[in-house]
């Protein structure tokens, strides 16, 4: 029951933290910015912040309290592969979170802030790369949850 559990918290909390990447991807272009856009960049990068705590959470529950044991996972190396792949896209993602709270700052000071479309556009690169890192996870997570990498 517990593993059942921690598997649908982990899936739910996955799909959240997609969902609220690919809104950011889809607020984060110059065209559309406004001091709204720059509100809700703000909204959703704080759910995000939020969501990658609690999977961080979820999925080390996962390993020492799922059907598996912690053995299992400790000694797979593409589980710390998608735990690499997992601190790698909070990396990329620190740049992009400093920049929206002072955004938020900036809105605060002056109602009608809007950033810098260049700033805007490598913020946006950075966040498609990231999105590609996060999509490697699901991989690793398939792979290393049939036992692929064990031992090694
Ligand atoms: C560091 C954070 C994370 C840890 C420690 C972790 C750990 C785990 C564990 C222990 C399992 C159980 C595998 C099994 O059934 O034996 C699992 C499954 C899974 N994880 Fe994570 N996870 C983390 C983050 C993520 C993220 C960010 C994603 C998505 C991008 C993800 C996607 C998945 C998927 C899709 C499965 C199901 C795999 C399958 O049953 O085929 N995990 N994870």
Do not use: C
Request: glycine share 8%.
């Amino acid at each position: 029951m517990t593993d059942l559990t921690l598997a649908i918290v982990h899936h739910l909390i996955v799909f959240g933290i997609a969902a609220v990447l690919a809104a950011e991807l889809a607020l984060m272009r110059p065209a559309a910015m406004s001091p709204h856009t720059v509100r809700l960049l703000g909204r959703f990068d704080a759910a995000y912040g939020v969501l990658a705590i609690a999977i961080l959470v979820a999925g080390f529950a996962r390993v020492w309290y799922g059907a598996k044991g912690p053995d299992f996972y400790l000694q797979n190396h593409v589980f710390w592969t998608k735990v690499a792949a997992f601190a790698v896209v909070g990396i990329l993602s620190i740049k992009p979170t400093l920049r929206i709270l002072a955004w938020q700052k900036a809105l605060k000071a002056d109602a009608a802030f809007v950033p810098p479309p260049g700033e805007v556009t490598a913020l946006r690169r950075r966040m498609l790369a990231e999105i590609h890192v996060f999509a490697l996870i699901p991989i690793a997570a398939a792979v290393m949850a049939r036992g692929i990498g064990l031992g090694a």
